[in-house]
């Protein structure tokens, strides 16, 4: 598409910081070009980006004000954006002097079996977690077919949250609390910025995520029953 210049501009969706040569290529177009979702800046490409950082806080705030201490992580690999959401959730239990124990950070593929492998394991923890964040809606959707296999009642004993809102999220049972991205309103700035004045702009424009309380999560009463 590049060499052919077959458009007027191009918005690109998804991690790139692994591909070099595509960036390189992308900086070098003779058309504006507009990266979305990258998890952070890229040279000469103006990029589009919900705060990472802020939406694990904002999610470790709603399950910590609600007496939850034992929370751990299930993180889709190997996407930019979600390290910065492991980053974000390292940096808050540390700051807040909560124990992290091993099990708690559970890496595993971008997808729902990654999220039940992921609870199973966390099941089987000698101090099992009261709530699990996910860094993907898809990763709780995991989480919860699991819980459910197991007997584990969501949220009595285990708070679940997601991250990114997926349509779907809001029919799960039970309804998934998440980190809600407003994407549609990313996706209409991106393409404004592309067919603008400013689309050679090497510009980082940031959205804040807005968390979303549904029926997943509630007040830490006990442990979670294995």
Partial sequence: VLEARQCDAIVVIGDMQKQPRMLEDLANAHVPVVAMFQG?????????NADNHAGICTALEHLYSWGH?????????PFAAVQERRSAYSEWMEQHGLAVPAPYVQLRPNNPAGGEAALQTLLEAPEPP??????????????LHAAAARGVVVPTDLSVMGFDDLPISAYLVPALTTLHI???EMAVH???????????????????PSLVVRSSTTRHTEAVRV
């Fill in 182 to 184: 407003p994407i549609h």
């Fill in 69 to 77: 201490s034992k929370i751990a992580l299930v993180a889709g690999q």
């Fill in 190 to 208: 991106a393409v404004e910025i592309a067919v603008g004045d400013a689309g050679r702009e090497p510009v980082t424009e940031v959205y804040q």
């Fill in 130 to 143: 009261s709530a699990v964040i996910c860094t993907t809606d898809l990763l709780a959707i995991g989480v």
């Fill in 40 to 48: 952070s800046d890229l040279p000469a490409v103006p990029v589009i």
